[in-house]
């Protein structure tokens, strides 16, 4: 279905002015309309907790297409090489695993081939998936009801195979309300005045012919009207009683979108990786949202850091998955990026990255080896600072 042309991505990035310039056009919606700022003009987060495991909000279709792109047959072949770069980066940004929702198994057509690619994280445990129960065909089951009246159900149909099959790829439990409990919750909230869907029930009031406030009762009662289907836009717009205008649809799927990454974040305790190629995809969340500071980790602010320790090219072009696993174990790893997202000691990083830099030892990586003498030098260095800092100077003449 997908071609043979994602059966082996492409490893080089590829350039697509015409959806760079639309994520751009995303961004200044969610800083003009929405009164949040891109990732990408923020001083980096709080600190972040590696400890945390890592949700893989870059595959999502909804949480994409808010951002102009189709994770089906249009963009397969691009959304499929940028996830598995992003993925490199996901597992250097956390000491735990990372997490997928079961649903992207089952609606994204091109994921086995993703799964195929990270086979080792899989088995290692570095990649689990996240659903109500633990048995994926039964998962499957459910999902099917949720989706009865999409003309295209992904769940009619799809079978298990390859690595989902297999035993070894791990379930982590949900904890927590749900998915569409999380979003209901916030949905009445949105649609008073000053939330953030208030612009929609006047928009649906004004098209409908019908009193704002009969309107606003209306769309309250949503979550109910769904009937129990999945809580996402089509679904959503399909309850209402006239279309909506472009501009309302784009608010229905940020809100949306960021409700469910708010949820899933709390209910696992989990970070998101921000500020991406294939654009911010955080669809509004900010560190100052309620709860989500040190959640959202700069993935260009890792980039960034990992081009100053000479061992970018090694991470993204090079390294087998394995090698990526003893790398981000490494203690003097570990001690880089928490200076790396900590503004108070990034200076520090620089100053020793510089001094590092000018040895003899110091080398582009292109071996683990190298990339783990480069990393430890580094760490070295910031530790004889730290230790220099704090030993009282003495004359001994």
């Excluded at 639309?22 to 929405?34: H, S, W």
């Excluded at 088995?123 to 009801?145: N, T």
């Amino acid at each position: 279905m997908m071609g043979e042309e994602l059966e082996h991505p492409a490893s080089t990035q590829q350039v697509w002015a015409r959806r760079d310039a639309f994520v751009a056009a995303r961004d200044i919606y969610v800083t003009a309309v929405m009164g949040t700022t891109p990732q990408s003009s923020v001083a980096a987060a709080s600190a972040v907790k590696r400890e945390r495991p890592l949700f893989v909000q870059y595959t999502n279709p909804e949480i994409l297409a808010c951002y102009g792109i189709d994770v089906s047959e249009r963009h397969a072949a691009l959304t499929l090489t940028q996830a598995l770069d992003a993925t490199r980066l996901a597992v250097l940004m956390t000491e735990r695993h990372l997490l997928i929702p079961a649903s992207y198994i089952f609606e994204i057509p091109w994921y086995p081939v993703f799964l195929g690619c990270v086979e080792p994280l899989v088995r290692a445990g570095a990649l689990r998936y996240v659903a109500p129960v633990p048995d994926l065909a039964d998962y499957r089951e459910m999902k099917v009801h949720e989706y009865r009246r999409d003309r295209h159900n992904p769940y009619r149909h799809t079978g298990l195979r390859g690595i989902c099959a297999d035993p070894d790829f791990r379930w982590a439990p949900r904890h927590g309300g749900g998915t569409a409990a999380g979003i209901g919750e916030l949905w009445r909230a949105a649609l008073q005045p000053g939330g953030e869907l208030h612009r929609v029930a006047r928009g649906t009031a004004r098209r409908w012919h019908r009193p704002r406030g009969r309107a606003e009762r209306l769309l309250a009662r949503t979550p109910e009207r769904l009937d129990g289907q999945a809580f996402i836009g089509r679904f959503v717009e399909r309850t209402l009683p006239v279309p909506l205008s472009p501009a309302e649809s784009t608010s229905l799927a940020f809100f949306l979108s960021r409700a469910y990454l708010r949820s899933y974040l709390l209910d696992l305790d989990a970070a998101i990786l921000a500020d991406l190629p294939a654009g911010d995809l955080t669809c509004g969340l900010a560190h100052r949202s309620a709860g989500m500071d040190g959640r959202l980790p700069s993935a260009r602010r890792l980039d960034t850091v990992l081009r100053w320790l000479g061992i970018a090219d090694f991470v993204h072009r090079i390294a087998e998955w394995d090698e990526l696993l003893r790398l981000r174990s490494l203690p003097g790893f570990g001690l880089v990026i928490d200076r790396a997202y900590d503004e108070t000691s990034l200076d520090a990083l620089r100053i020793a990255v510089l001094a590092v830099r000018g040895s003899r030892g110091f080398r582009l990586a292109r071996t683990y080896a190298e990339a783990k003498s480069n990393v430890q030098a580094v760490a070295g260095t910031m530790a004889d600072f730290t230790l220099n800092a704090r030993t009282p100077w003495r004359d001994d003449r």
